[in-house]
């Protein structure tokens, strides 16, 4: 789709200010001016979102949901005559309408309103909505009530039975970050708003429904689901999934979901550990609000890792093959409880205030609950992938900033990449180590939580916070303290300011190190080397040491072969994390004798996080037709929109003849247009920046 320009908008957006004199004084709080966000076309500063319910009927058979949407919204500005939402030309309103009070005690008169759909950008729609003067009285409640059918768009993915793992009937899920949820129900698309929710969900017989939802209820006899969701979220945290889903218990506030098929797979891979885990959390950042904490494993179709979706994570089923990854990720989206979910960054522009905050919550998890070593492992593994991302994008790129600022039409899913992790962790990590002591930082983000929870913040928020809390290190100008300045962590590009130390991981690190550093000898000595049993290393010390070597790439060929005879066979029986990783190394070496592993990964793996980075790296070298040879092989078994993003990294740049292509493949798509050069005030586009985390 073209791109459609949305009008310019006068915007107070402003970094965080710090004076060039002696003053410790900082700029004044966002929380005092009018909030834009750029991604939403919706008018949320002139209502108050009190609740909304959803009534939805699933159609599996047409693959279409239809129902309408009741909206409670206060009016708290004066003059406002239309209600603006966010939408999505995959979403069809079919009516609108409004009660109105009657006079003298008469009952209550429904209007029909009138409404019109305008563009916004290439990933959402307005929908602009008329309201009658007697509607408008400030402070004063009204309910909006919106008929409509939606059916394939952004947020929504219907899944034939062979793309689930049981291959036996349907599912359909949604994900709604970052602005998605606008094609699953008209909304105000914004971080900055969060309301509580309830559903009623109708789907035929067979089919369970889940929602993020903090209370449940299923009449069987009328196949109706009904939740609600009791404490006030964003929109893109709304999330539904059906299809056939049973349950096994794991904790008194925790129960795994997931196709039959897998389910006792799950169960036995979590065990008793996420009650542990939450106890943990909760002794560190003050009480779990959300009540259940549910998990459910999805089909490979699933487009990421795990979503934290209040209480019900979604997590794809593919991770269950690596226990360490699978711990990590269910910690993560733990620790987004609190960090992210009970308080969530107000715009898109500050991801970092959720995913840099949560992965810093998640290694206090890990390290009071599997020490130190292993959190630093895991630390140093993901840092080195920081830097491996920086060494592509380059030390000037804005999209490293953490304040990154984008451009009306841009989709903030471009955001999504390891600077908001992992430079956001470091720099809540230089906080900590500000206050000298870790327990005292605890309680820092005790408090913070206490005082924010269930708001949207921005970095000021945070900061003016922080300062408060430890006054004498505000007296001290730590946030001016030469080379690390706050507005710099904020505002500038390239790496972490600072790291923190590792040296505690060294028991686990140091010989992935040393075996590193033997095979970056110009003579690698296989009677040393045989020394190292990787057997009995950890995941993510076989990881950490195999993308150390694909960074080394490209090797001699005599080291790969000596690599392959050292290796190959013992890496075909671990997990699916540490074979990519391998594989990567074979292809950027074109190393034709392992190629038939490759051939077997990409037959057996269909998820997203598997199948983009091989195919990348056979595309970009010399390996394109063997990597269509698979795709064409393969790509029945993969789901539509995955199907389209390989098609892109085969075809955008190929002299190859599309026309011939078996009649599954479409015509692919054209390749994206350059990145906008960045403006004067350093805004810039992103849609074309490669950054997935």
């Not at 909304?52 to 919204?73: M, S």
């Not at 793309?163 to 094609?183: A, D």
Request: with cysteine; aromatic share 10%.
């Amino acid at each position: 789709m073209a791109e459609l320009q949305r009008p310019t908008l006068c915007c107070c957006r402003k970094v965080l200010t710090v004076p060039g004199n002696k003053s410790c004084e900082g700029g004044r709080s966002l929380a005092h001016c009018r909030l834009v966000d750029v991604a939403s076309a919706s008018n949320f500063h002139s209502f108050k979102l009190r609740h909304f319910h959803l009534d939805l009927h699933l159609n599996f058979a047409v693959k279409r949901i239809t129902g309408w949407q009741v909206l409670e919204l206060t009016p708290v500005q004066p003059g406002v005559q239309s209600l603006i939402l966010d939408t999505h030309p995959s979403l069809l309103v079919h009516s609108v309408d409004c009660k109105v009070p009657g006079a003298s005690g008469a009952p209550d008169v429904v209007l029909s309103l009138t409404y019109r759909i305008e563009p916004f950008t290439d990933y959402g729609s307005s929908l602009n909505i008329s309201l009658p003067a007697a509607v408008i009285r400030p402070h004063r409640a009204f309910r909006v009530t919106i008929r409509y059918t939606t059916t394939d768009g952004p947020a929504i993915w219907w899944l034939d039975a062979e793309l689930t793992c049981g291959q036996t009937r349907p599912l359909v899920f949604t994900q709604g970050h970052s602005v998605c949820n606008r094609s699953f129900f008209p909304c105000f698309d914004t971080p900055a708003v969060k309301s509580t929710y309830s559903a009623t969900v109708r789907v035929p017989e067979g089919v369970t429904v889940l929602m993020s939802a903090s209370r449940s209820a299923y009449s069987k006899q009328d196949r109706v689901f009904q939740f609600s969701m009791e404490y006030p979220v964003p929109a893109y945290l709304v999330a539904l999934v059906a299809g056939d889903l049973q349950h096994a218990d794991i904790g008194p506030r925790s129960r795994v979901w997931a196709e039959p098929c897998i389910l006792t797979c799950a169960v036995s891979k979590l065990g008793g550990n996420v009650e542990r885990w939450l106890n943990v959390a909760e002794g560190l950042f003050g009480p779990y609000v959300w009540g259940r904490y549910d998990i459910v494993f999805l089909p490979p179709s699933f487009p990421i890792v795990a979503m934290e979706n209040p209480c019900l994570t979604f997590i794809i089923s593919s991770i269950l093959e690596s226990q360490e990854f699978l711990l990590i990720d269910v910690i993560h989206e733990i620790a987004h409880g609190w960090f992210g979910n009970a308080v969530t960054n107000a715009t898109w522009e500050e991801m970092w205030l959720s995913e840099g905050l949560a992965t810093y919550a998640q290694r206090r998890i890990t390290t009071e609950a599997y020490g130190d070593a292993f959190t630093c492992l895991e630390t140093m593994f993901r840092l080195d992938a920081l830097h491996r991302q920086m060494r592509l994008l380059g030390d000037n790129n804005p999209v490293s900033k953490l304040q990154a600022k984008f451009e009306p039409g841009v989709n903030p899913s471009s955001l999504m990449n390891l600077f908001t992790y992992e430079k956001g962790f470091c720099f809540v990590s230089y906080l900590s180590q500000l206050c000298g002591d870790i327990e005292r930082f605890d309680s820092f983000l005790r408090a913070y939580i206490e005082k924010f929870r269930f708001s949207s913040v921005i970095a000021q928020d945070l900061l003016d916070f922080f300062l408060g809390f430890f006054p004498e290190l505000k007296e001290s100008c730590v946030a001016q303290r030469e080379g690390l300045e706050f507005e710099r962590w904020l505002n500038g590009c390239g790496p972490p300011l600072c790291e923190p130390d590792l040296s505690a991981g060294k028991a686990l690190t140091g010989p992935v190190q040393h075996l590193c550093d033997l095979w970056g000898m110009d003579a690698p000595e296989p009677q040393v080397i045989s020394t190292f049993d990787l057997s009995s290393w950890s995941t993510f010390q076989t990881v950490l040491f195999l993308d150390r070597l694909l960074d080394r790439s490209p090797l001699p060929q005599e080291v790969m072969s000596l690599l392959s005879s050292c290796y190959s066979a013992l890496l075909d029986d671990m997990n699916a994390e540490v074979q990519i990783r391998w594989l990567q190394i074979v292809v950027r070496n074109s190393f034709y004798p392992d190629l038939p592993r490759v051939r077997s990964f990409l037959h057996k793996h269909t998820s997203r996080m598997y199948t983009v980075p091989l195919y990348e790296d056979l595309c970009g070298g010399v390996m394109k037709c063997f990597a269509v040879e698979v795709f064409y092989q393969t790509q029945a078994r993969l789901h539509p929109n995955l199907r389209r993003t390989l098609q892109q990294i085969l075809f955008q740049s190929s002299a190859f003849n599309t026309s011939t292509a078996p009649s599954l493949l479409t015509s692919p798509p054209s390749a994206p247009s350059s990145p906008t050069d960045p403006t004067a005030n350093g805004t810039i586009a992103l849609r074309d920046v490669n950054v997935s985390a």
